[in-house]
């Protein structure tokens, strides 16, 4: 609850106008069995028509103040609710976007994606009723209590015992709410993690014919978390029932020792009239404040989950004082680099606990400004993980990584991620146009993205399609072929002539020639850039300068092809594999 106080405290002003506006129309509506009371005992019995009518029109008067006082509030209510949960979202978005790797695979994307859908809106519909729902259901209670002592003290001490009792109950079945809806939440996850993957995968689900056997595994989970929800709603559903039993019970009792009262003329008919309504109002307003424990348990759980991830914050740090090597031509330099994957993630996305074996294991190697290296190796060999330490999307267990002799843990983040342009080996078309995916809000002209294009080899198929730069793709560029999204990515990263080129695997999907034209091309117009290149196929990295092979995370040749076909039996073995 703490992040839901946090993110109101920045409308405390429309946040305190709304309470005051509900204070004002709850009063409202506790005059009314009152100025009942008073017409039925000392009004209607003088006879006199005409304050009858007074007191008739001012009973209205009180109705319709109280109706739009409370409408107002409710508005109120519902926006303020509405601006906490946007800054909660957006808050959330920008430290989800700068997340590091070991966080994020710690949380996992199905449960990110469910905080930031129903757990968000769990917070805003807490805001809202603690803005409304909170204040009517505790002054209810108050000023029911209040006006009923007021009128006899007698009646009233039955609603005076009773209450502690059923405060207590309301308030022993949230303490068991909260942890039941945070693991609801969990099973939530699962859920989404199952929905996502359906949907990435859905042709190869159709094409093994294997949607009934997705059918079933999304069945399970939601199963599950049907169960969780059910259990945790039965729970925090106990209270309501046993506050309807005793406050019957009271009703019964005020109308029998009331009745009992009237006889011996110790009080008016009106007061029991009036006592009804008020013990109406009072059940009202306890169901309300167990209908305010279950919201806020959800809720709690739910603030609790968003704050494990926005109180990560800003994950980059900068080293204290950059590591300069003024002695060294090289651009780029590992230095005895190991590092392994520290966090392994259950499918929830929960931390198991335990060390996975280590990815990369004492990784050297140096590039000078504008030479290229390409990276081959077998699956899981640690190529993607060498780009990823050196964006510093995670940081090295071991040794150092420099880029023009300066550490790259001492960069600030725009500051290292603006000198690479990278292209990944399962990247992202966005639904936009061709131009913006190349662009993607850089600001580019118009002849910049047109030349990364073409080097790309992906202008030709641009300008074949209706609209060219204009033309629409897709979610995950779904109108385009695979080869197509990979031209547009690499143009993406060519786009700028960045310091850095990293292409990780991005034309696997091309045909001999289309990659051997966009190497060419690479190398005529973007010579000053130092490319690193992950690829399966010797072909695509047997003309690069220098060239590592990979296999279980350690470096086991690392030269030029010729070198290599000499003195690297493994590479000799992809390069003899893959030519006959």
């Given at each position: 609850m ?17 309470i ?10 506790l005059t ?17 028509l ?8 001012l ?12 409408v ?6 519902i ?6 949960s946007?800054?909660?979202r957006q ?15 710690e949380v996992?994307?199905?449960?990110l ?29 108050i ?28 308030f ?18 699962a ?6 993957e359906?949907?990435t ?12 056997y ?33 406050l019957?019970?009271?009703?019964a ?19 029991i ?7 109406n109002?009072?059940t ?12 806020l ?40 680099v ?38 081959i ?11 990823n330490l050196?964006m ?10 420099m ?10 983040k725009?500051e ?38 073409k ?33 547009l ?7 700028g ?77 992809i390069?003899?594999?893959?030519t006959?």
């Amino acid at each position: 609850m703490k992040l839901i106080f946090r993110y109101m405290k920045k409308y405390k002003a429309a946040i305190f106008l709304a309470i005051l506006i509900k204070l004002l129309g709850t009063m409202s509506e506790l005059t009314l069995p009152y100025i009942l009371e008073y017409m039925i005992d000392h009004v209607v019995p003088g006879m006199d028509l005409k304050m009858v009518c007074l007191w008739g029109l001012l009973m209205f008067a009180a109705s319709i103040l109280c109706r739009q006082l409370n409408v107002m509030a409710n508005r109120r209510a519902i926006d303020n609710a509405h601006k906490v949960s946007y800054n909660v979202r957006q808050d959330l978005f920008r430290v989800t976007a700068n997340l590091s790797g070991d966080s994020f695979d710690e949380v996992g994307l199905p449960s990110l994606i469910s905080r930031m859908t129903s757990d968000s809106y769990n917070v805003q519909s807490a805001v809202a009723q603690l803005q409304s729902l909170c204040v009517r259901a505790p002054m209810i209670l108050i000023g029911g209590v209040i006006m009923t002592l007021a009128m006899d003290k007698y009646l009233a001490m039955i609603l005076v015992i009773m209450l502690p009792f059923l405060i207590m109950v309301v308030f022993f079945v949230s303490s068991k709410g909260i942890p039941l809806y945070t693991f609801v939440q969990k099973k939530l996850d699962a859920v989404v993690l199952i929905m996502r993957e359906n949907i990435t995968g859905i042709r190869v689900v159709k094409a093994l014919s294997k949607a009934g056997y997705e059918k079933e595994r999304f069945g399970k989970a939601n199963e599950e978390m049907t169960a969780s929800d059910i259990k945790a709603g039965t729970v925090m559903a106990v209270p309501g029932p046993f506050m309807q039993l005793c406050l019957n019970t009271g009703l019964a009792l005020v109308v029998i020792l009331g009745a009992k009262r009237v006889n011996e003329g110790m009080i008016e008919p009106g007061v029991i009239l009036a006592f009804l309504t008020y013990f109406n109002m009072i059940t009202m307003g306890v169901m309300g404040l167990n209908r305010i424990f279950m919201s806020l348990s959800k809720a709690s759980a739910s603030a609790d989950r968003i704050d494990a991830v926005i109180g990560k914050g800003e994950e980059w740090k900068t080293a204290d004082a950059p590591v300069l090597k003024n002695d060294t031509d090289a651009h780029i330099e590992f230095s005895s680099v190991s590092f392994s994957y520290g966090k392994e993630s259950g499918e929830n996305g929960d931390f198991v606990g335990g060390r996975r074996e280590r990815a990369l294991c004492d990784i050297s190697f140096s590039l000078g400004r504008g030479e290229s290296l390409g990276i081959i190796g077998p699956t899981g060999c640690g190529k993607t993980t060498i780009i990823n330490l050196l964006m510093r999307f995670y940081d090295a267990d071991e040794g150092s990584i420099m880029i023009d002799g300066r550490d790259v843990r001492s960069f600030e983040k725009d500051e290292l991620r603006k000198k690479f342009g990278a292209a990944f080996q399962n990247d992202c078309v966005f639904m936009d146009t061709l131009g913006n995916n190349i662009d993607f809000g850089r600001g580019y002209g118009r002849e910049e993205l047109k030349n990364a294009a073409k080097d790309a080899q992906a202008y030709e198929y641009i300008e074949g399609l209706d609209g060219g730069m204009e033309y629409r793709a897709d979610i995950r560029g779904a109108n385009l072929s695979g080869g197509q999204k990979q031209r547009l990515l690499v143009a993406r990263a060519l786009a700028g002539k960045p310091e850095i080129l990293v292409l990780d695997d991005s034309s696997s999907a091309l045909d001999y020639r289309t990659d051997s034209d966009m190497r060419r091309a690479i190398r005529e117009h973007h010579k000053e850039s130092t490319l690193i290149l992950v690829a399966q196929r010797v072909s695509s990295v047997m003309n690069l300068d220098r060239i590592m092979v990979m296999d279980n995370g350690k470096c086991v040749g690392l030269g030029t092809h010729t070198e290599l076909m000499e003195n690297c039996p493994a590479y000799r073995e992809i390069y003899e594999m893959q030519t006959g």
